[in-house]
């Protein structure tokens, strides 16, 4: 498509080390962010997210591969890749703590060589839009953990690159100003103003902002789609079945042995059985194996997995 | 003119971190004036006669100015790339679409000018505190000392490589402040070691004797002296920049640039 703004191709990222040999942190991963569109980086630890991040901004060299950022080569000209990409890599790390709010905007500005007549309504706007106009003059080491992750997040914005990578943005940050933080990001998706690429291990801000989800498992994508259709995939196959009543656990074993059973709990008198039946026929014959164990069944429906689930089950391998 | 900006932005930066640490500034000024007076006043106990280049007591003011000068230029490097590795801002700094070339020698800039401000300040408390007043001609003096200073960049450079790469450099990096004493020293044997030349900063440092203690000018110095300082400076700064260059692409592909 003609509006891919960044071209990942076939990256490979691996770390020699005497003592642990060859790691490979990136195992030949390809795929394309379109313009606008905000793409979350989905992984276990260590699975590479934050590897590919750094790849992509630059500032660690692959193995092999290509990294492309419109026409820009970001391997072998990073410069002129780096006027179309930035990113926050450390969150509260990655700003001055010595100095105030508006210093740090305005050095991270000329840092990219921006006049400081042309950025400074852009910094006013950035200093409204992150609700930090009470602190403006106050040193970032003086701010709370989440004032300084928004000050490094409007940092990066303030070099006014159309692309933003983002690794973990959200992380250690309390509840309110996750929430606040994910409020601007979302804002800034549905305007169109940026494209978006977040890593992230909180599902709720890859679910709330991004439309597509990249999964990287030990440095390979297993999965590359837009959530709305892995929903689908995943609810298409989930079944959750509820019994009054508890099972003995040779039942227990009996379904398990013949079905995918994702998850079996108690709730109360009741028993949930939540299973992925890939064939719809099956779920009349796990009705049938219920029923001749005696079971009274309460109720049948679908199982709408949320992305956390649907993480889980692929990275553990369930994803048939 | 981006550049400009960028030299703008890292000035102001590094002017406002410096103002913010005002401890550490006074702190640093009173104790390099302690051990100049020490040694100042020690030497004038043992022998304050002896009149031979580098022995005398301006002798003393002279290259204990230049050795804190060149200290200065030779650990600010070093330093802050260990400092902004530490914060996490160096892979910030790394991601300026100017390259990180341009930041650098920004940073160069900036402390140049805290440098030679902090070194002729203190030279001139110096030449107070000691009443031994030096032949003070500016259009020669800062010339020669920003080409003799060029050089030692060359090997802050190189030092930095190594931070990036190796981190516990401090050790190296303390013995290196005693291998400069020796270079700075060095001019005095120039006569019977006429190689001594060839070393980092010793021909730049006997040229400046030259106009604080013989009254020279720079003006009025055979052109193959002065030229024979820019290539001696020029060559060891491009042997440090592409060391650093070199260990700078190994941090990269080890992917050091944001540890510490």
């Known amino acids: 498509m003609s509006d891919v703004v960044l071209a990942v191709n076939h990256l490979t990222k691996v770390y020699h080390s005497r003592r642990r040999g060859e790691t490979v942190a990136v195992d030949n991963i390809s795929f394309n962010v379109h313009k606008n569109e905000v793409v979350g980086l989905l992984g276990p630890n260590g699975a590479g997210k934050t590897t590919t991040i750094k790849s992509i901004c630059t500032i660690l060299r692959p193995t092999s591969g290509e990294i492309w950022i419109d026409d820009a080569d970001a391997i072998r000209n990073p410069r002129a890749a780096l006027e179309k990409v930035t990113a926050v890599l450390e969150g509260n ?3 001055y703590w010595r100095l105030n709010v508006r210093d740090n905007l305005e050095f991270f500005a000329g840092l990219q060589g921006q006049p400081l007549r042309s950025v400074r309504s852009y910094i006013d706007e950035l200093i409204e839009m ?11 080491r003086t701010l709370s953990r989440g004032m300084q992750q928004k000050l490094a997040v409007a940092c990066a914005l303030v070099k006014r690159t159309p692309i933003l990578l983002l690794d973990e943005p959200t992380l250690g940050l309390d509840v309110e100003t996750s929430y606040e933080l994910r409020w601007i990001l979302k804002r800034m998706a549905q305007q169109g103003q940026r494209t978006i690429l977040l890593s992230s291990h909180d599902m709720n801000v890859v679910q709330d902002i991004c439309e597509r989800v990249i999964i ?3 440095g390979k994508i297993v999965v590359d789609d837009k959530i709305e259709n892995l929903q689908k995939l995943f609810t298409a196959s989930a079944y959750r079945f509820e019994i009054e009543g508890h099972l003995s656990s040779h039942q227990e074993q009996q379904l398990k042995e013949r079905f995918d059973l994702l998850k079996i709990s108690v709730n109360g008198q009741r ?3 939540e299973a992925e039946l890939l064939d719809s ?10 029923k001749g164990n005696g079971c009274q069944l309460e109720s049948v429906g679908k199982q709408y997995p949320d992305l956390e689930e649907i993480f889980l089950r692929i990275v553990k391998g369930d994803k048939k | 003119m981006r550049h400009y900006y960028l030299l703008k932005a890292m000035m102001k930066k590094n002017f406002l971190i410096i103002w913010r640490y005002p401890f550490n500034l006074v702190a640093g000024i009173t104790s390099i004036m302690m051990i100049f007076l020490i040694i100042f006043y020690g ?3 043992i022998d304050g006669g002896n009149p031979s280049f580098g022995s005398t007591l301006e002798g003393i003011v002279m290259g204990f100015m230049l050795w804190t000068f060149i200290i200065f230029a030779f650990s600010d490097l070093t330093w802050d790339f260990i400092n902004e590795a530490q914060q996490g801002t160096l892979e910030q700094l790394y991601m300026s679409s100017l390259g990180f070339g341009w930041v650098s020698i920004s940073y160069v800039l900036t402390f140049l000018v805290i440098n030679l401000t902090l070194t002729l300040s203190m030279f001139f408390l110096m030449m107070a505190v000691t009443g031994k ?3 003070l001609d500016f259009l020669s003096l800062i010339p020669l000392m920003l080409l003799t200073v060029w050089g030692v960049y060359g090997f802050g450079f190189a030092m930095g490589g190594l931070a990036l790469v190796f981190k516990q450099v401090q050790a190296a990096f303390q013995i290196f402040q005693f291998v400069w004493l020796l270079f700075v020293l060095a001019p005095t044997v120039m006569e019977s070691l006429p190689w001594v030349k060839f070393l980092p900063v010793s021909w730049g440092v006997y040229l400046i004797g030259k106009v604080l203690m013989g009254g020279e000018s720079l003006f009025a110095m055979p052109p193959m002296d002065v030229f024979f300082l820019v290539m001696n400076s020029a060559a060891y700064f491009t042997v440090g920049y592409i060391s650093f260059k070199y260990l700078e692409g190994k941090a990269r592909d080890r992917g050091l640039l944001g540890h510490y």
């Open chain 1, 93 to 95: 790390r990655n700003i």
């Open chain 1, 130 to 140: 992150f609700n930090l106009k009470e602190k403006v003059k106050e040193q970032a």
């Open chain 1, 216 to 218: 990287i498992n030990h």
């Open chain 1, 271 to 273: 028993t949930v059985i």
């Open chain 1, 281 to 290: 026929q099956r779920v009349y014959e796990i009705i049938d194996v219920l």
């Open chain 2, 43 to 45: 030497a004038k106990f």
């Open chain 2, 133 to 135: 007043w030096l032949h």
